[in-house]
């Protein structure tokens, strides 16, 4: 099967990482794979570093020409993106061959486009959702996907990068409760701030660390921070490469996202059996159901700081579900189980007779 990859994002997030995985797995399958990504950014030149053909282009017109000439090259077009989606189901006319969409948001479709996407979303040939959250909105457009989690790969040990990071963050005496995410809305860092200043109200036992870049949040978070007088108990890291490294050194892994459509970036901490504490917005109920972490209600800080507070105290409950999490990301989101799992799609796919 040759199969293209279609990502054309500027950054480096869980669905590049998610593109990167499944070009792994199809490539260990057996499969040929490549990849239209964006020049310059971060996917297309590690992808490239890993020996996969990159067609990097500059811009979205570039893009909608590139597959419009060479798309009939290649069995099927997996589109990881809403808006890679879009060109290659504009082009299809002209490359007709099966398009393949992952979508990983959970948003809900405005009125006045439901008619755009709905027109999209129909003339995809497989349509996979990462979580149950994320077929929501498909399937209230009478369209039924599949689901296909995503997959976390057990990060290669990286004593320097741990060393590094410790060195600066560890404050001696003190546990380490961590984050990764951008500063914007949806992650809401405004209650997770106000659960720290709670939490720091009762004990002085912790340290907070944010990893993650900008957003349309940062600066009021950054004042609310100074507001609070938690200048030295939150800590903004910005972006780090390898942040996977620090996993070990923590001993809360805390997210208060608003709206996730699956919320993989806590499978890092289930895979290193560190314990989690989560708002139970969208994907996230369904990756620590079961007991896998402690669930809070959304914009809730002080249920966050009391699930924080539960975590450090009582080591039975850190050890259950710290468990119960790893047992299940090993079993449900592996990376080459993952590839599998599209690979039968794929060609079940092809098996149709193509009109």
């Not at 410790?166 to 809305?185: D, M, Q, S, Y």
């Amino acid at each position: 099967m040759k199969i293209l990859q279609l990502n054309f994002e500027k950054g480096w997030r869980g669905g590049e990482r998610q593109t990167l995985y499944c070009m792994r797995a199809f490539r260990d399958a057996g499969h040929q794979v490549e990849l239209l990504a964006r020049a310059g950014a971060p996917l297309a030149e590690r992808a490239g570093a890993e020996g996969f053909t990159v067609h990097a282009v500059r811009n979205v017109p570039a893009q909608i020409l590139w597959l419009a000439r060479n798309g009939r090259r290649y069995d099927i077009l997996h589109a990881q993106t809403a808006n890679t989606v879009t060109w290659a189901v504009l082009t299809k006319p002209l490359h007709r061959r099966p398009v393949a969409f992952s979508r990983r948001t959970s948003f809900v479709v405005k009125p006045n486009e439901e008619w755009k996407t709905g027109y999209k979303w129909r003339h995809v040939d497989l349509f996979v959702a990462i979580s149950d959250m994320a077929a929501q909105e498909p399937r209230r457009l009478g369209i039924e996907p599949v689901i296909i989690r995503s997959a976390v790969a057990p990060a290669a040990p990286d004593p320097e990068t741990l060393r590094r990071l410790t060195a600066e963050f560890k404050v001696p005496g003190k546990r380490i409760i961590a984050t990764t995410c951008a500063l914007i809305h949806d992650k809401d860092p405004i209650t997770m701030i106000r659960a720290v200043a709670e939490l720091a109200r009762m004990r002085r036992d912790f340290v907070f660390v944010h990893f993650g870049a900008g957003g349309n949040e940062e600066a009021a978070a950054k004042a609310l921070v100074q507001e609070l007088g938690l200048h030295d108990t939150y800590l903004f890291a910005g972006f780090r490469k390898g942040v996977e490294a620090f996993y070990p050194a923590m001993d809360i892994f805390a997210m208060s996202s608003r709206e996730e459509a699956l919320g993989s970036s806590v499978f890092d901490a289930f895979l290193q059996r560190v314990p989690v504490v989560s708002t139970d917005a969208g994907g996230l109920k369904e990756s620590l159901a079961d007991g896998r972490g402690v669930l809070c209600p959304a914009e809730d800080h002080h249920a966050l700081a009391q699930g924080m507070a539960r975590l450090l105290d009582d080591d039975a409950l850190r050890e259950a579900v710290t468990s119960r999490a790893y047992d299940y990301v090993r079993a449900e989101h592996d990376v080459n189980e993952m590839g599998r799992r599209y690979l039968v799609q794929f060609e079940r796919v092809l098996a149709r007779p193509q009109g």
